[in-house]
């Protein structure tokens, strides 16, 4: 089992930008693909994005296409989403998630593994 660590959440003005990171600990020898999802008050939790082990496959949701980058550092064994032009509507607590394989995609039902979700506000 994997263990996610989430952290870089925080309030910000519209317009703004943060960066997310997820470090990941425990059973990390095998390769495997990340992704973000996030979760806003009364909806369904929703996926954000992804990319596979080697960063080589990735995938946005329309909603944040232009805006978010996710990104890995293997060696660090970290995932990052860099968020910009940051919108009310981003506010949620996101959450990174460790796929099943090396691949990932906007499928909840591909990981295997998730973190405890940092709250990302976006208000002025």
């Known amino acids: 089992q994997v263990q996610l660590v989430e952290s870089g959440g925080g309030l910000v003005q519209p317009g703004g930008s943060l960066r997310l990171s997820c470090a990941a600990s425990?059973?990390?020898?095998?390769?495997?693909?990340m992704g973000w999802f996030r979760q806003a008050p009364g909806k369904e939790r929703e996926f954000v994005a992804a990319l596979n082990w080697s960063g080589t496959s990735i995938y946005y949701a329309d909603s944040v296409k232009g805006r978010f980058t996710i990104s890995r550092d293997n060696a660090k064994k970290t995932v990052y989403l860099q968020m910009n032009n940051l919108k009310p509507e981003d506010t949620a607590v996101y959450y990174c998630?460790?796929?099943?394989?090396?691949?990932?995609?906007?499928?909840?039902?591909?990981?295997?593994?998730w973190g405890q979700g940092t709250q990302v506000t976006v208000s002025s």
């Open positions: 425990g059973r990390t020898s095998g390769t495997y693909g």
């Open positions: 998630a460790a796929s099943r394989s090396s691949s990932a995609g906007p499928e909840r039902k591909d990981f295997a593994s």
